[in-house]
Nanobody, 124 residues
Framework: QVQLVESGGGLVQAGGSLRLSCAAS????????MGWFRQAPGKEREFVAS???????????VDSVKGRFTISRDSDSAKNTMYLQMNSLKPEDTAVYYC??????????????WGQGTQVTVSS
């Protein structure tokens, strides 16, 4: 199994920055990529960004946060830690942020392992 633990959420004023962390442990060799999702009150969970965990591929962020959010992983791969640097935060970025691991389930790659979530609140 894989375990994910997020940290770094909090309350920030609009225009401010936060950095979220997600530490993976357990069978991390089974991870194909890692992603960040968020869920605002009364809304569906939405995909925000992803980063390959093995060799090859590039990080990806959705258009709505491009230029403001950056996804990365620790340069020490043994730490198995992913980050989401969030700059120029807006009130609409307020949500619970989750990290997730994409793993093979049967013949399908899917985000099947989730962290507990961390609250990000951006005040206007």
């Amino acid at each position: 199994q894989v375990q994910l633990v997020e940290s770094g959420g909090g309350l920030v004023q609009a225009g401010g920055s936060l950095r979220l962390s997600c530490a993976a442990s357990g069978r991390t060799f089974s991870i194909f990529d890692m992603g960040w999702f968020r869920q605002a009150p009364g809304k569906e969970r939405e995909f925000v960004a992803s980063i390959p965990w093995g060799s090859g591929g590039s990080p990806y962020v959705v258009d709505s946060v491009k230029g403001r959010f950056t996804i990365s992983r620790d340069s020490d791969s043994a730490k198995n830690t992913m980050y989401l640097q969030m700059n120029s935060l807006k009130p609409e970025d307020t949500a619970v942020y989750y990290c997730a691991a994409k793993r093979l389930v049967g013949a399908t790659l899917t985000y099947n392992t989730w962290g507990q979530g961390t609250q990000v609140t951006v005040s206007s």
